[in-house]
């Protein structure tokens, strides 16, 4: 799966995701074919981008299945909306479902082991939620944690972002430098309206709900709506985790790619993140996942088709157009790690 600019499409694309509005409106399902006729009224839409399959064969490692991914999307989906709308008591639900990740997560061979391809997409708190709970169960398997922390983090990140289903303004692929002060103060004050909202959930631990109260706090006392150094350590593994994800999908903030986000979390590492966690983290972080194209350090374009353990920034790459820019008419693979002396110079596209 890619994300393609709507003035990049050519026709007969096939969606990876289903497209909808900002607030959740379906235009096209998954799996339609984009046809010709419809570039110009996506445009006319407001539409910029889409998540489209990618034609090439390639090496994918996800951490959940996307079958498995698309089944507790729709589930969190239904059980959060429930309870906006009607406070009922669906909401310990989700503790099964964060079980039922946690079970996926494990059933997989050497699943700490792998590096994992986590790729920018459209901005959709429910699969947000479901990613970070993905990455965050996976940081905590690496670091060890006890079964019940594990828990308590997987649910804490499907009800994270609860808070924003009480707000009405559009925080996607926004820079809140450029928003007004009080839509800044609102979007701030979502992990306290998650909190209120969950407060008086018995079956939920007190380590979930701080998380879900403290999962933008920052070890320096930068962070909100409390501005506290005092997180736990299940608050910090969700943080790093939630920060990350919120910048390869846009929420709160402009979309950035995998490898920007990567060096956000280096740049700002022991400094408003635990060292620690962001190295585990990444540790596991494909820097430039299957499906992206880069230009190479000898002038010609790439598409990465697999990644290597212990050398997260130095993919698989199959080669597809030459440096004069004419396409390659036979299959070159160049393995980063045998290739010493080649890198990438830039993503592309």
Not at 123 to 145: G, N
Not at 146 to 156: F, Q
């Amino acid at each position: 799966m890619i994300v393609r600019k709507v003035e990049e499409l050519v026709g007969n694309e096939v969606l990876a995701r289903d497209l909808t509005t900002w607030d959740y409106q379906t235009i096209l399902p998954e799996e339609a074919v984009i046809r010709v006729d419809y570039i110009e009224k996506l445009k006319d839409l407001g539409i910029k981008e889409v998540c489209i399959h990618e034609e090439e064969e390639s090496y994918e490692s996800l951490i959940l299945k996307t079958e498995i991914e698309c089944s507790v999307k729709k589930k969190v989906k239904e059980i959060l909306e429930k309870h906006t709308y009607k406070r009922n008591g669906n909401l310990k639900e989700l503790s099964k479902t964060a079980d039922n990740i946690i079970s996926n997560i494990l059933e997989k061979d050497q699943v700490v082991e792998k590096v994992y391809d986590i790729k920018q997409r459209n901005a959709d708190i429910y699969e947000h939620s479901i990613s970070i709970c993905s990455l965050a169960i996976l940081t905590a398997l690496k670091l060890e944690l006890p079964a019940e922390k594990i828990h308590d983090i997987g649910v804490a990140c499907l009800l994270h972002d609860i808070g924003l289903r009480y707000q009405t303004h559009d925080f996607s692929n926004k820079s809140l430098d450029e928003l007004p002060d009080y839509e800044v103060s609102e979007y701030k004050k979502h992990p306290i309206y998650g909190y209120s909202a969950l407060e008086g959930e018995n079956w939920l631990s007190e380590a979930s709900k701080d998380i879900v109260l403290l999962h933008h706090e920052r070890i320096n006392g930068s962070g909100y709506p409390l501005k506290t150094r005092d997180i736990s350590l299940e608050c910090r593994i969700v943080s790093v985790c939630d920060a990350f994800d919120e910048m390869i999908c846009g929420i709160g903030c402009k979309r950035i790619k995998v490898h920007e986000a990567v060096e956000y979390l280096k740049f700002y590492k022991n400094k408003q993140f635990d060292g620690k966690i962001v190295d585990t983290f990444l540790n596991f972080t494909a820097v430039y996942p299957v499906g992206t194209h880069v230009l190479t350090s000898e002038g010609e374009i790439g598409v990465v088709v697999g990644q290597n353990k212990d050398f997260q920034d130095r993919p698989i790459l199959r080669i597809i157009k030459n440096r004069d820019g004419s396409n390659v008419k036979s299959e070159i693979i160049k393995d980063m790690v045998k290739v010493q002396n080649l890198f990438i110079e830039k993503v592309v596209g």
